[in-house]
């Protein structure tokens, strides 16, 4: 089952523009969150995280805001560069050993 | 290097075959991570190791596969008798201490392929 999800499997966006990455979670005892950039035959690499007791964490153009009511969280990227182009994985953790990933966004940006 | 290491890169096997995947972690981190990536798919996490010992190996999903650590640094993901839905890309991370609230570092994976 999976716990962490993302419904949406591409997105393109004009560079400039706002990119917005969304993620859903299903298990109210997740409390860390992050998410991974992810170039074609690299590992992932880690991007931007924000503990449940915050609602919003900003890095630079990469803002995650969390709705903990909504389980639900999202990343800003903002402005989109060409460079963003990757699939994006949010993840979340329970404060226990395993971090569950979503299916990842493949996302575009448009020079 | 400084980051994560995994070898081989790249697996070709036939069915029934064994194999093992090495993991190299960042040097001082003492929790090590195993996931496996299927097409289309998020990472799944298979085991994590706390120092020298599985803290966690809830994940794997059959006695086929298994996982050591026996120094508490280079770690070695073990298949046996493969089968065809084993083929997927094994990615090892490592993080600083593993208490769920680090970033995980990880290496550019292991793709298995079983024929």
């Known amino acids: 089952d999976q716990q962490v999800k993302q419904n949406s499997p591409s997105l393109s966006v004009q560079e400039g523009r706002i990119s917005i990455l969304n993620c859903d979670y299903t298990n109210s005892m997740f409390d860390y969150f992050l998410w991974y950039k992810k170039y074609p035959a690299e590992g992932p690499t880690f991007l931007i995280s924000i503990s449940s007791i915050k609602d919003k964490n900003e890095d630079g153009r990469f803002t995650v805001f969390l709705n903990k009511s909504a389980k639900h969280l999202s990343l800003h990227i903002v402005p989109s560069q060409p460079g963003d182009s990757a699939v994006y994985f949010c993840a979340a953790s329970n404060t226990g050993n395993q971090f569950y990933f979503g299916t990842g966004t493949s996302l575009t940006v448009i020079p | 290097g400084a980051g994560v290491s995994q070898t081989p890169s790249n697996k070709v096997t036939e069915k029934g075959k064994y194999v093992e995947l090495r993991c190299d972690p960042i040097?001082?981190?003492?929790?090590l991570y195993w996931y496996r990536q299927s097409l289309g798919q998020g990472p799944e996490f298979l085991i994590y190791?706390?120092?020298?010992?599985?803290?966690?190996d809830s994940g794997l999903p059959n006695d086929r596969f298994f996982a050591v650590r026996p120094e508490g640094s280079v770690s070695t993901l073990k298949i046996q008798r493969t089968e065809r839905g084993d083929s997927a890309v094994y990615l090892c991370a490592s993080s600083f201490s593993g208490r769920g609230t680090g970033e995980l570092f990880f290496g550019e994976g292991s793709r298995l392929t079983v024929l």
């Open positions: 190791f706390q120092g020298t010992g599985a803290a966690d």
């Open positions: 040097s001082g981190h003492t929790a």
